[in-house]
């Protein structure tokens, strides 16, 4: 493990594009052999803000929580099993607070040299740019940042892996 | 996911017929029903009532967004309507609401509608982009406003 990329963080929220760049993780890691870890972050940060703005009253905050908590669980099991199919070992885990800060943190604290990412959406308003969570997390990480696109070629690479 | 990807000129209703905040968001299902993005208009529309019913999802400078987990969308779906009259909603600073985001989840898709409703209370902090919403005279201005905005 002394090529270029030695260990690799995968971010997971739970949508399509990042169990694609679970995939890819994957692939990469198989290729490099790196070491491979997956993040889930329970997004307490908005929940608070969702509840400051009115939009939430106390017990929704408290039943998505619940809700993200049990969704990190499902969706890191779901990527340790695509993992394990291939028999790459991988480390998973879940925090909570404001997503960037999250993964930088994580980043930084186990020396992850590059960080892969589901598609960001396609269509952006600009208002959007200065609050978006993966865009605000690739700007702030220390390390290399890889945005997996093209669902049907990582999905293909990944099944051929042996 | 992006606000303006859950938004297109169909789900877009300028200016609302309802006078009551009931009325309001039967419309906005309704939109969402004609638009073939809800397969049925009661489950929704009774998702939205118990979620109002813990506490108004009305909000300060004329911005209301009812929202429901429910599982008769299986992906996050949304609607906005604009209504330059205003509408009692009991909101919070007691004005009438103009410009409701509706916004529907199933309930395992917790963390999109968590990142949707969040771009939703950045904008409800923008008094100027809220104005320029609310005196949207058509869907596509108000689509447009959200995607160059």
């Given at each position: 493990?002394?090529g270029?990329?030695?260990?690799?963080?995968?971010?997971?929220?739970?949508?399509?594009?990042s169990?694609?760049?679970?995939?890819?993780?994957?692939?990469l890691?198989h290729?490099?052999?790196?070491?491979?870890?997956a993040?889930?972050v329970?997004?307490?940060?908005?929940?608070?803000?969702?509840?400051?703005?009115?939009?939430?009253?106390?017990?929704?905050?408290?039943?998505?929580?619940r809700?993200?908590?049990?969704?990190?669980q499902?969706y890191?099991n779901?990527?340790?099993?695509?993992?394990?199919?291939k028999?790459?070992a991988?480390?998973?885990?879940?925090?909570?607070?404001?997503?960037h800060?999250e993964?930088?943190?994580y980043?930084?604290?186990?020396?992850?040299?590059?960080?892969?990412?589901?598609?960001l959406?396609s269509?952006?308003?600009?208002?959007?740019?200065?609050?978006?969570?993966?865009?605000?997390?690739?700007?702030?990480?220390?390390?290399?940042?890889?945005?997996?696109?093209d669902e049907?070629?990582?999905?293909?690479?990944?099944?051929?892996?042996? | 996911?992006a606000?303006?990807?859950l938004?297109?000129p169909?789900?877009v209703?300028?200016?609302?017929?309802g006078?009551?905040?009931?009325?309001?968001?039967?419309?906005?299902?309704q939109?969402?029903?004609?638009?073939?993005?809800?397969?049925q208009?009661?489950?929704?529309?009774?998702?939205?009532?118990?979620?109002?019913?813990?506490?108004?999802?009305?909000?300060?400078?004329?911005?209301?967004?009812?929202?429901?987990?429910?599982?008769?969308?299986?992906?996050?779906?949304?609607a906005?309507?604009?209504?330059p009259?205003?509408?009692?909603?009991?909101s919070?600073?007691?004005?009438?609401?103009?410009?409701?985001?509706?916004?529907?989840?199933?309930?395992?898709?917790?963390?999109?509608?968590?990142?949707?409703?969040a771009?939703?209370?950045?904008?409800?902090?923008?008094?100027?982009?809220?104005?320029?919403l609310?005196?949207?005279?058509?869907?596509?201005?108000?689509?447009?406003?959200?995607?160059?905005?």
């Amino acid at each position: 493990m002394d090529g270029p990329i030695r260990r690799i963080l995968v971010y997971v929220d739970g949508t399509e594009g990042s169990i694609t760049a679970a995939q890819y993780a994957i692939c990469l890691a198989h290729h490099y052999h790196a070491e491979l870890a997956a993040l889930y972050v329970v997004n307490t940060r908005a929940l608070g803000d969702l509840v400051k703005a009115r939009i939430f009253v106390k017990a929704e905050q408290e039943e998505y929580q619940r809700d993200l908590e049990q969704d990190s669980q499902r969706y890191l099991n779901h990527v340790r099993s695509l993992a394990r199919k291939k028999g790459l070992a991988i480390e998973t885990a879940s925090t909570s607070g404001s997503v960037h800060q999250e993964i930088k943190n994580y980043v930084i604290q186990n020396h992850v040299d590059l960080l892969v990412m589901g598609e960001l959406s396609s269509v952006r308003s600009r208002r959007d740019e200065l609050y978006d969570d993966a865009e605000r997390s690739m700007r702030s990480v220390p390390c290399a940042v890889l945005i997996v696109k093209d669902e049907e070629r990582v999905s293909a690479l990944y099944d051929a892996l042996a | 996911m992006a606000l303006a990807e859950l938004i297109g000129p169909e789900v877009v209703k300028v200016p609302l017929a309802g006078k009551t905040k009931n009325e309001v968001i039967r419309e906005l299902a309704q939109l969402l029903l004609d638009a073939g993005r809800i397969p049925q208009l009661e489950a929704v529309y009774d998702a939205l009532l118990a979620r109002e019913a813990l506490g108004s999802t009305g909000l300060e400078l004329g911005i209301a967004v009812p929202h429901a987990k429910t599982a008769a969308v299986r992906e996050l779906t949304a609607a906005i309507g604009i209504a330059p009259q205003g509408i009692d909603f009991q909101s919070i600073d007691g004005q009438p609401a103009k410009l409701f985001f509706l916004l529907l989840a199933p309930p395992d898709k917790s963390g999109p509608h968590i990142q949707a409703l969040a771009e939703i209370a950045r904008l409800a902090k923008s008094p100027t982009f809220l104005r320029l919403l609310a005196s949207a005279t058509s869907a596509k201005e108000v689509v447009a406003l959200l995607t160059e905005g």
